[in-house]
């Protein structure tokens, strides 16, 4: 089934920050909805052609920080990009480090969390209006940060852990922030316990336990969250 529109470009972009942190389960999702999908890679590649992109950009998740500018000066062009974006309020899907830029450009302060927040657990959802994120509802999500954010001010919040406040976030219809990962395959995930070793090993994480919960709750997470793409794509397609 596909849902593409002849007003709506028939591309995906996406923002990479790390090889292996794709687009996932979601990259079946899109081609199934008749989309194509197009990567870039951030620090290597120019970014302009994706941030004035006036379809869906996504930004995906890394391991550096938003304000890490000295030791990765591509992120000063990356959020400054970003503004005029989210001025535009152009389709805008931002996951973990995706998310934190979106609040960082919004004006809102993104700082070192007090823990790091690493596994599977359920969110706590907001009583927002049409919620994008109620499917969400007693599933487990991915979590996988150190960093957080304060709530930009022209956020509405849409969930929360219990470690941190802020997990999701949304401004108007297009603009979506997840600080978790909704994006996982449970067939994929083996490379993020390989390529995030030595931050599991400091952060002393039991990787065969975190290894059994992925292949408990990536799934049923999957399941959900092509709903919530189908429904988000939907909106901003303004179907």
Not at 100 to 106: C, V, W
Not at 119 to 135: F, Q
Request: glycine share 8%; proline share 5%; charged share 20%.
């Amino acid at each position: 089934m596909t849902i593409l529109s002849p007003d709506f470009p028939d591309t995906i972009y996406a923002i990479q920050h790390l090889a292996f942190e794709d687009l996932g389960a979601l990259e079946d999702v899109f081609y199934q909805l008749g989309f194509r999908v197009r990567y870039f890679e951030a620090g290597t590649d120019d970014l302009t052609k994706a941030m004035q992109h006036k379809g869906l950009t996504i930004i995906l998740g890394g391991p550096i920080g938003v304000y890490e500018t000295e030791d990765y000066p591509f992120l000063r062009q990356e959020t400054d990009l970003l503004k005029v974006r989210l001025e535009e309020n152009l389709p805008t899907l931002g996951i973990c480090l995706g998310a934190q830029l979106i609040a960082h450009a919004l004006g809102a302060k993104v700082y070192a969390g007090h823990q790091k927040e690493i596994g599977w657990s359920k969110l706590s959802l907001s009583n927002a209006e049409n919620n994008p994120l109620a499917p969400l509802f007693d599933t487990p999500v991915l979590h996988w940060h150190g960093d957080t954010f304060d709530l930009p001010k022209q956020a509405e919040l849409l969930a929360s852990s219990e470690i941190y406040p802020n997990q999701a976030f949304s401004v108007g219809k297009n603009i979506l922030a997840l600080q978790f990962h909704i994006e996982v395959a449970a067939d994929s995930l083996e490379k993020w316990l390989i390529g995030h070793t030595c931050e599991l090993r400091k952060a002393e994480i039991n990787i065969p336990a975190l290894r059994a919960d992925n292949e408990k709750y990536a799934l049923p997470l999957e399941t959900v969250a092509t709903g919530i793409l189908r429904n988000y794509m939907k909106q901003v397609m303004g179907k």
